[in-house]
């Protein structure tokens, strides 16, 4: 019983750490691009890099740099895609 506890705690600590990692991401990318954070969406809660973002009506690839809070964002164009924006609140 300790450990399935101990392995939930685990599992929800690492859960919140990626997604406060992928908060601050979305808050350096709208510093930087200079559009308020709601104006951005990303398709994961786990990782930046190869991430897609939704930024106004532009996409991009990010891509970590080797600096803390550095990233390339490389712009795209989406081809035949069907994009579902979804608010989450955490």
Do not use: C, W
């Not at 990626?18 to 786990?46: C, G, M, P, W």
């Amino acid at each position: 019983m300790v450990l399935i506890a101990i392995s939930n705690f685990q599992s929800n600590q690492s859960n919140n750490d990626q997604f406060r990692a992928s908060l601050h991401s979305i808050e350096v990318v709208s510093k930087n691009l200079d559009v308020d954070k709601s104006k951005v969406y990303v398709n994961t809660s786990t990782t930046t890099d190869g991430a897609i973002l939704k930024v106004g009506n532009k996409y991009y690839r990010a891509i970590s740099g080797s600096e803390p809070d550095s990233y390339f964002l490389e712009q795209i164009k989406l081809y035949k895609s069907d994009v579902e924006l979804v608010e989450v609140k955490k």
